[in-house]
């Protein structure tokens, strides 16, 4: 394995022979970087690098926005395009479920590798808040499905349990940003 620096400054760490005269991430001189020795083992670095659970949230993260944008758009102007766009919204309600689905795995095996366990204090409010996105977002295609998409009070409905999968999708990003200086713990 290379050796490896890390800013005192803002904690990035990259390979020494990458480090010029300033560190990449902050900018702060050369001397900030000291030698580093990671703390994770080649096994665990390498499954996370694969960034698994990052690219499947963002499929969640996109499908819940678009739907939600739909929604009102079909609240706001429900004659203009109603087949097209109640079509593709009907096609993310019904892909969103599963979408969240897999970026709960996916984060059960991260948070596994990451930290070694999921019943951190962090990782337990994440799996609340996804608990709850999964809730909301199968509300939501239930309805559309079951019921239909065209009744203004489903449509109100359906905007407002949407709008509750990007709050829970907020929520979850919040959490996680605050576990980025967590990022490889031993």
Same mark, same amino acid.
Do not use: C, M, Y
């Given at each position: 394995m290379a050796e490896l620096m890390r800013c005192k400054s803002c904690g990035y760490v990259t390979e020494a022979g990458k480090v010029g005269e300033v560190c990449p991430a902050c900018g702060v001189p050369r001397k900030m970087m000291e030698?580093?020795?990671?703390?994770?083992?080649?096994?665990?670095?390498? !499954? @996370?690098?694969?960034?698994?659970?990052?690219?499947?949230?963002? $499929?969640?993260?996109?499908?819940? %926005?678009?739907?939600?944008?739909?929604a009102l758009f079909v609240l706001v102007f429900p004659g203009l395009f109603r087949e097209t766009v109640t079509g593709i919204l009907r096609a993310l309600e019904g892909v969103l479920p599963l979408a969240v689905i897999a970026s709960f795995l996916t984060?059960?095996?991260?948070?596994?590798?990451?930290?070694?366990?999921?019943?951190?204090? !962090? @990782?337990?409010?994440?799996?609340?808040?996804?608990?709850?996105? $999964?809730?909301?977002?199968?509300? %939501?295609?239930?309805l559309t499905f079951v019921v239909g998409p065209y009744e203004t009070w489903v449509r109100i409905v359906d905007a407002v349990l949407l709008a509750g999968g990007v709050g829970c999708a907020v929520g979850l990003g919040r959490i996680g940003s605050r576990l980025l200086p967590a990022l490889f713990p031993g």
């Open positions: 030698p580093w020795k990671d703390p994770v083992s080649e096994k665990r670095r390498l !499954l @996370l690098s694969f960034d698994i659970h990052p690219i499947v949230v963002h $499929f969640s993260i996109s499908f819940v %926005a678009s739907a939600f944008v739909l984060g059960l095996f991260d948070g596994t590798i990451r930290f070694r366990r999921t019943t951190t204090p !962090l @990782l337990k409010n994440k799996q609340l808040f996804g608990l709850a996105f $999964f809730v909301t977002t199968a509300a %939501a295609a239930i």
